[in-house]
């Protein structure tokens, strides 16, 4: 008979990897143990262990941890899709950010990376007649995480949110799978109107820091958007757009530009 820690490892290696990672780390640094079994080493399930983390970190007096896990439990385990996209954020962070070692540093300390799994526990909410508590997660992310992700905006799985700081993402916008943005990124309205009113991202698109994309428009797929720019138009898939306002300026340097995480300006082929 397999033994369960054997079948864990198999079934589920991104957990298990976090798992060991934890152990590893609490031998070497005694004086974390504690806080390793806190948080990681005392759950069965990748799934409870962040909604745990989360409830530590966004409690206050006005609602307490305990229920607050509650809810993030309820959320993840109904969630259809979560256990999917929570692995592979974490996968993404550790792929694209050299600063990242271990499968286990985005899950403990990653704000992007914690802002994006309580938006999904949010999102959930949302669309299921629960508005006030996905607004109240909403609003406490926004303050200890620094990044104001509206609940009702849809977000696929890979995503990786470097250093988050200022981060806005608007109740209509969507974004692909594979997607990498910095801090300071912006998918906003673009004035007062109502309805279906921010930009839509697609696949293995690339946001660079400070970059402001407004309105009901595309960004395609594998596009690049460069530093700084603020984008008021459709964006063609595979095509580098920089400025203020910005302007498409060639075809991508590379296949994947949020894999690559190559932020260059450099164009293959002709310009458009």
């Not at 780390?25 to 079994?37: C, I, T, V, Y």
């Not at 994006?116 to 299921?128: E, F, G, M, V, Y």
């Not at 428009?217 to 594998?222: L, P």
Request: glycine letters at 10%; hydrophobic letters at 40%.
């Amino acid at each position: 008979m397999t033994k369960p820690v054997e079948k864990m490892q198999t079934l589920d290696p991104v957990w298990s990897s976090i798992r060991d990672e934890a152990l590893d780390l609490a031998a070497r640094e005694p004086a974390m143990s504690g806080f390793l079994h806190a948080t990681i080493l005392n759950y069965e399930t990748l799934e409870l262990a962040i909604a745990s983390h989360l409830s530590e970190k966004l409690a206050n007096s006005e609602i307490g941890a305990r229920t607050l896990c509650e809810v993030f439990e309820e959320a993840f385990a109904s969630h259809e899709g979560f256990s999917a996209s929570v692995r592979a954020d974490i996968v993404a962070n550790f792929d694209r950010d050299p600063a990242c070692r271990t499968h286990l540093d985005p899950v403990l300390y990653y704000k992007g990376f914690l802002a994006l799994q309580t938006h999904r526990a949010a999102h959930w909410l949302i669309h299921n007649a629960r508005r006030g508590m996905a607004l109240y997660l909403q609003n406490r992310a926004s303050e200890v995480f620094q990044a104001d992700i509206h609940p009702a905006a849809t977000i696929g799985k890979g995503i990786f949110i470097d250093h988050a700081t200022g981060v806005v993402i608007g109740e209509t916008a969507s974004v692909g799978d594979d997607v990498s943005m910095l801090h300071g990124v912006t998918l906003g309205g673009s004035g007062k109107e109502g309805g279906d009113r921010h930009p839509k991202i697609g696949n293995g698109v690339l946001i660079s820091v400070g970059a402001k994309v407004l309105g009901n428009i595309r960004v395609g797929d594998c596009a690049k958007i460069g530093g700084g720019s603020v984008v008021l138009t459709d964006v063609p898939a595979y095509t580098t757009a920089v400025g203020v306002p910005a302007k498409v300026v060639g075809k991508v340097s590379t296949p994947e530009p949020s894999r690559q995480m190559d932020h260059s300006l450099a164009s293959e082929g002709d310009g458009i």
